[in-house]
């Protein structure tokens, strides 16, 4: 199920050139954040909660999974290099697995382990802060990863749509109609932050049962069902 | 291609060129002006989707419905309240739906100027009259007059309600000039920043993510600090933070001169000193913007 030829490629893809410090600076900024918030505020678990949660939960680990996601893809969709990849003796299913499993750790290092950082830098890991955003942020990469590389085999604005899904539902709706909460992959994960920190600085919305089944359902759904879009592939011009 | 190849031995006499009859263009040359004009236009009207396939046209109108579907709401329940005044400023508009224009700049930005240099066709621009500059500035207004298209049509849609359920002629129409100073800086900041990070990459769902991160983090990073410096009592840090993001920059910038009360923290605007800096940054910006964009094109153009 897992091809080091096409892991390898899908690595240099994502992280090749300079995109790889593109995609750093994003996780950097987060800790310079940290360190200046704890330098001005001192170490406050509600100021280190908001902040992993405003900042590193609900924007950072999105964006990040975006780019994995439909990197790991949509770029080679696009400019018609995948029917090389295609044209290899390797099953679909295993194609999209191997990048599944790329994305989700590039998505991991570079916003599950700053925020874990940047969670000791703000208050030390009081009240396990840090360990539960990261958690969330662990298991948040792994449904983001597989939907944003489902929306990359879907359409060619993937990126787009990720987005709109990522800011617009849950940030703005899942703010103003309660309901947009119970499907969020923000939310879910939180449920499961919420199972790891313990206290109520870190809640959810969302049970924990139900949070953790909607997480594997959507991750394997997606995945699934990208493979079977990459096995019926067509290739359609410019837009 | 007419060439006859000599049978014999090519020697200086033998070689000739032949006239196959091609008639040269003589009529009007319509030149750079026109061309500048021409890429304009047409880059406008490719920002909502005009002039091309059918599903390109969708996410922009959409992105405008959206922007214009609150205002329209919000003028129906001022006329069915029988308010005296718009339940928003026309100041605060943009800042409350900048969500929206984010993704705007982010889709339409890389829609302008990365498939130009995807597809290798940055030259064949410079091959005509056009020269790095126009190419740029047709460009660049080309966006900032999307946005402002953008941002616009919601506050005539608020001023044109506003009027037709008889809210005050002048105070209206004060408030109306003052939100179009604003968006209109707005859109070339916006546009400016767009371009500049989509120029960088000739791939299109790379230069969205990019635009759209730092458009949000900057925000997000910045509206954090702020409210974590209104926390700890430190009200005079709050304006200087604010000049590290572009919308909290034009937020500061009407809050200081354009009557509009600020979004930041505690509602503390910056004063007109502090708003003079605010102005001079934006400016700077948008300047700044516009010759790092003069300097990417005049090494692409190539």
């Keep these: 199920m897992y091809d080091p030829t096409v892991a390898r490629l899908t690595y240099r893809a994502l992280l090749g050139r300079r995109r790889a410090l593109i995609l750093g600076a994003l996780p950097l900024l987060l800790i310079v954040i940290s360190v200046v918030v704890r330098a001005l505020a001192g170490a406050d678990d509600q100021t280190a909660s908001d902040l992993l949660g405003g900042l590193a939960l609900a924007t950072m680990v999105p964006i990040i999974g975006v780019i994995a996601g439909t990197g790991a893809i949509g770029p080679e969709i696009d400019d018609g290099s995948v029917v090389y990849l295609l044209s290899k003796p390797v099953k679909r299913p295993t194609i999209i697995f191997t990048k599944l499993i790329v994305a989700i750790a590039v998505t991991m290092v570079f916003s599950a382990l700053p925020t874990l950082i940047a969670g000791f830098i703000l208050n030390g890991n009081g009240q396990q802060i840090a360990v539960a955003y990261t958690v969330a942020a662990?298991?948040?990469?792994?449904?983001?990863?597989?939907?944003?590389?489902?929306?990359?085999?879907?359409?060619?604005?993937?990126?787009?749509?990720?987005?709109?899904?990522?800011?617009?539902?849950?940030?703005?709706?899942?703010?103003?109609?309660?309901?947009?909460?119970?499907?969020?992959?923000?939310?879910?994960?939180?449920?499961?932050?919420?199972?790891?920190?313990?206290?109520?600085?870190?809640?959810?919305?969302?049970?924990?049962?139900?949070?953790?089944?909607?997480?594997?359902?959507?991750?394997?759904?997606?995945?699934?069902?990208?493979?079977?879009?990459l096995r019926s592939l067509t290739l359609a011009g410019e837009e | 291609?007419?060439?006859?190849?000599?049978?014999?031995?090519?020697?200086?006499?033998?070689?000739?060129?032949?006239?196959?009859?091609?008639?040269?263009?003589?009529?009007?040359?319509?030149?750079?002006?026109?061309?500048?004009?021409?890429?304009?236009?047409?880059?406008?009207?490719?920002?909502?989707?005009?002039?091309?396939?059918?599903?390109?046209?969708?996410?922009?109108?959409?992105?405008?419905?959206?922007?214009?579907?609150?205002?329209?709401i919000m003028v129906a329940v001022a006329v069915v309240t029988k308010a005296k005044e718009l339940p928003l400023d026309y100041t605060r508009y943009a800042i409350v739906m900048q969500a929206v224009i984010s993704l705007y700049v982010?889709?339409?930005?890389?829609?302008?100027?990365?498939?130009?240099?995807?597809?290798?066709?940055?030259?064949?621009?410079?091959?005509?009259?056009?020269?790095?500059?126009?190419?740029?500035?047709?460009?660049?207004?080309?966006?900032?007059?999307?946005?402002?298209?953008?941002?616009?049509?919601?506050?005539?849609?608020?001023?044109?309600?506003?009027?037709?359920?008889?809210?005050?002629?002048a105070d209206q129409t004060k408030g109306f000039a003052q939100g179009l100073v604003s968006v209109a800086l707005l859109s070339l900041?916006?546009?400016?920043?767009?371009?500049?990070?989509?120029?960088?990459?000739?791939?299109?769902?790379?230069?969205?993510?990019?635009?759209?991160?730092?458009?949000?983090?900057?925000?997000?990073?910045?509206?954090?600090l702020q409210a974590i410096a209104?926390?700890?009592?430190?009200?005079?840090?709050?304006?200087?933070?604010?000049?590290?993001?572009p919308i909290t920059l034009i937020d500061g910038v009407q809050s200081a001169f354009l009557g509009a009360s600020s979004a930041f923290p505690g509602g503390i605007g910056p004063s007109n000193g502090e708003g003079v800096v605010y102005v001079l940054v934006t400016l700077g910006l948008i300047a700044a913007c516009y010759g790092l964009l003069m300097r990417r094109y005049r090494k692409v153009g190539l």
């Design chain 1, 138 to 229: 662990l298991v948040s990469s792994i449904a983001y990863a597989a939907v944003f590389l489902l929306l990359g085999t879907v359409s060619r604005h993937a990126v787009v749509f990720g987005l709109v899904y990522a800011l617009i539902w849950e940030a703005l709706f899942g703010s103003l109609v309660p309901g947009a909460r119970t499907l969020s992959v923000q939310q879910w994960s939180l449920a499961v932050a919420h199972k790891v920190a313990g206290g109520d600085l870190v809640t959810s919305d969302v049970g924990l049962t139900t949070a953790t089944v909607l997480l594997v359902v959507v991750t394997v759904l997606a995945t699934w069902y990208a493979g079977q879009k």
């Design chain 2, 1 to 72: 291609m007419a060439v006859e190849h000599p049978v014999t031995t090519p020697s200086g006499d033998q070689t000739r060129i032949h006239n196959i009859g091609y008639r040269s263009y003589d009529g009007p040359r319509l030149g750079r002006a026109y061309a500048r004009r021409s890429l304009y236009s047409q880059s406008l009207r490719g920002a909502y989707g005009l002039g091309r396939s059918v599903k390109s046209k969708v996410l922009p109108m959409l992105l405008f419905v959206v922007m214009c579907v609150p205002a329209a």
């Design chain 2, 106 to 169: 982010a889709s339409q930005a890389p829609q302008s100027v990365s498939r130009d240099l995807r597809f290798k066709t940055v030259p064949l621009y410079f091959s005509r009259p056009i020269e790095t500059a126009d190419y740029v500035r047709a460009k660049f207004a080309a966006l900032a007059s999307a946005l402002f298209v953008l941002t616009a049509a919601p506050l005539l849609v608020l001023y044109v309600g506003a009027l037709l359920a008889k809210l005050d002629f």
């Design chain 2, 189 to 224: 900041l916006l546009a400016g920043l767009g371009l500049v990070i989509a120029s960088v990459t000739p791939r299109r769902g790379f230069g969205i993510a990019a635009v759209i991160a730092v458009l949000t983090i900057s925000y997000g990073a910045v509206s954090t």
């Design chain 2, 230 to 245: 209104d926390a700890q009592n430190s009200s005079g840090a709050i304006p200087w933070i604010g000049l590290f993001s």
